[in-house]
């Protein structure tokens, strides 16, 4: 069947050919119409149980009013979805109105996006695609609409590593597994946990992909080696490395991260990108990716010089299992505090001896580059977009 969009009357209807009416996002309808000029089509798979759920995408816009986001993401998504017997569109937080919503569809025929208005969505699904686009009021009026509407949110924010580490660090199952890490208070501070550790890890708290990251190491006779992905810094002591970086003593957005030697494959050091998944079942690893550090061996992110290894060739027979049963009790710990998380990926890596290093997890995954681990996340996310709408049934008011 297909969905139609009345341009002219900015309402919704489809074109079946018996005379039915179709349950269609939180509280609206769709009736039976065989007119079709000046509409925009959306054909989809079968609805079932007389029900089309209507997924919402919150993305940003730009100070053009363009949005911003993964649209190869949000494209794939809705081809899916509506394969499914279901809708999808595209909104920013500006894009409320009340009791519906503008946004935008791809649509096949025009091989574009084009706005439409929407009734409300059984589910938003969160890809805004910086801090800074949470960090203002159409935001936070965004979560309050949707808490009042009862609307699933999925993915409440971008995660702070400060407070996930703090959160974290309350199970004691995960304790081992987490270096010392603590939020930098002074330049006293510092030189006090770099001597303690003498290998660290500087991080702004928000920070993603290895932006801002420096790994520093002090030798006995107290000079100080900082290294980034684009250069190696040397200075005579810890005081004149603070001199150097007044940012991080600036605001409380910086910590410092004990530097844990892990185990190399032929000198360069590796970790596991882990994709975690919600389901009804509950927490799963959908796929694990390994990156090797490479032109640099401050981080392994493929962007800033890292490299994409098979799993085949580091994890030992345990090494998924292990990771499993880590990842569900990161995702049901951080559920308790943070409310519903319906993703995340963390970067953990074996230590050199036993047992893992959960070095930091990361809301709103990143593309994979590994095709099968990607294809899987998107058809699970799906997935948990559906059951998401059907747990939250349509308003009667």
């Not at 390994?290 to 290894?309: A, D, F, L």
């Amino acid at each position: 069947m297909r969905i139609l969009y009345d341009r002219r009357r900015r309402i919704f209807c489809h074109d079946e050919r018996s005379i039915s009416t179709y349950a269609f996002g939180m509280d609206s309808f769709l009736l039976q119409s065989k007119k079709s000029e000046d509409s925009y089509a959306f054909p989809i798979g079968s609805p079932k149980d007389g029900v089309i759920p209507l997924i919402g995408i919150l993305a940003d816009k730009d100070r053009a009013n363009r949005y911003r986001g993964n649209f190869e993401l949000f494209k794939t998504l809705q081809e899916i979805i509506q394969d499914a017997g279901a809708m999808c569109f595209v909104f920013s937080p500006g894009d409320i109105e009340c009791n519906t919503v503008s946004g935008i569809a791809f649509s096949d025929a025009l091989d574009r996006w084009v706005t439409c208005h929407f009734p409300l969505p059984n589910v938003i699904y969160n890809r805004i695609p910086t801090p800074a686009g949470e960090q203002n009021e159409a935001f936070l009026n965004v979560t309050s609409w949707s808490k009042d509407h009862k609307i699933p949110f999925f993915n409440p924010h971008f995660f702070n590593k400060w407070e996930i580490y703090q959160i974290l660090r309350e199970r004691e199952e995960l304790r081992p597994h987490l270096p010392a890490t603590e939020q930098i208070r002074d330049s006293v501070h510092l030189k006090e946990f770099l001597t303690e550790h003498k290998q660290i890890y500087i991080k702004h708290s928000l920070s993603s992909k290895g932006k801002g990251i420096r790994k520093v190491e002090v030798h006995e006779d107290g000079k100080v080696i900082c290294r980034s992905i684009k250069k190696i810094e040397h200075f005579s002591s810890a005081e004149r490395l603070a001199h150097a970086y007044p940012e991080w003593f600036e605001e409380k957005d910086w910590i410092v991260q004990e530097a844990i030697q892990c185990r190399s494959l032929n000198g360069h050091r590796y970790d596991y990108r882990v994709l975690v998944l919600s389901s009804e079942d509950g927490f799963s690893v959908t796929g694990i990716g390994v990156r090797m550090s490479h032109r640099q061996e401050v981080t392994t992110h493929v962007p800033s010089g890292g490299t994409i290894i098979s799993l085949d060739d580091v994890a030992k027979e345990d090494t998924k299992l292990v990771l499993d049963s880590i990842m569900k009790i990161c995702g049901e710990t951080l559920t308790e505090s943070l409310g519903f998380i319906g993703e995340f990926s963390a970067d953990i890596a074996p230590r050199k001896e036993e047992g893992f290093v959960l070095f930091e997890i990361n809301s709103k995954p990143m593309i994979f580059d590994e095709l099968d681990i990607e294809t899987s996340r998107r058809k699970k996310l799906v997935d948990t977009f559906f059951s998401l709408a059907s747990s939250r049934p349509q308003r009667k008011d």
